[in-house]
């Protein structure tokens, strides 16, 4: 079955430290990715997609992604962690059958402190 | 540009009161359609979604109806609101392109507290 897995419910990280928000899918045929982030009470925005090529993928406000097809991951990363970026973030799946149903991993919540 | 829009933000409804949430999408023609609702502190329940007008397909049994009256319009509804309606609801949209990995896009959410 699809399913999309974020192991960490929370994760706090200092102002200026590095960040990674993992991410695993179960998906049997070739994935689309995405991350999205949610600050409260809004809607989600999108960070970053992967469909092919590079596996290495820059999106906006400084994040990346690296997609790693032999560990079905799709792990999220930033140098230095702003106090701005405390939020949900939420992994997603699809395929390319343009198929409707993206599966959205349950989020993790990123906490900044000082 | 696309941009969705969906309304009202936030409404307070007692039980057993009929619903109505509207989104519109401009910017694109024939998207596909989304509700999602988010309980407080849980992941997204896909609702329902459309693939063009008069066309809906429900993912989970519930309370709730949606309609598509128009290309880019989508309304969620209820005639009796249950107190477990309660939630964050998110209007959404894609493009209908095959090999598009089908890129959602949400709209702001409206905040339904049933009392």
């Known amino acids: 079955a699809q399913s999309v897995t974020q192991p960490d419910i929370h994760i706090t990280v200092s102002e200026g430290a590095s960040l990674e928000l993992r991410c695993n899918y179960s998906?049997?045929?070739?994935?689309?990715l995405f991350w999205y982030v949610q600050s409260p009470g809004q809607g989600l925005q999108l960070l970053l997609k992967?469909?092919?090529?590079?596996?290495l993928v820059q999106g906006i406000k400084g994040f990346e992604a690296e997609f790693k097809r032999s560990q079905s991951s799709f792990n999220l990363r930033k140098p230095s962690v702003h106090w701005s970026d405390a939020a949900e973030y939420f992994c997603?799946?699809?395929?390319?059958?343009?198929?409707?149903?993206?599966?959205f991993g349950a989020g993790t919540r990123l906490f900044v402190k000082a | 540009s696309q941009t969705i829009h969906q309304w009202p933000a936030t409404l307070v409804q007692p039980v057993g009161s009929p619903l109505s949430l509207e989104c519109t999408v401009e910017?694109?023609?024939?998207?596909?359609l989304y509700w999602y609702r988010q309980a407080a502190g849980r992941g997204l329940q896909l609702l329902f979604y459309s693939v063009g007008i008069g066309q809906i397909s429900s993912e989970v049994p519930q309370n709730l109806s949606a309609s598509r009256p128009q290309d880019r319009q989508f309304i969620l509804s209820s005639k009796k609101l249950l107190l477990s309606d309660s939630g964050f609801y998110l209007c959404?949209?894609?493009?209908?392109?095959?090999?598009?990995?089908?890129?959602?896009?949400f709209g702001e959410g409206s905040w339904l507290t049933v009392v």
């Open positions: 998906y049997g045929a070739t994935p689309y």
């Open positions: 959404a949209w894609s493009v209908r392109e095959r090999f598009s990995g089908n890129t959602i896009y």
């Open positions: 910017g694109t023609s024939n998207p596909n």
């Open positions: 997603a799946v699809n395929g390319n059958t343009g198929g409707f149903k993206t599966i």
């Open positions: 992967y469909f092919s090529g590079d596996t």
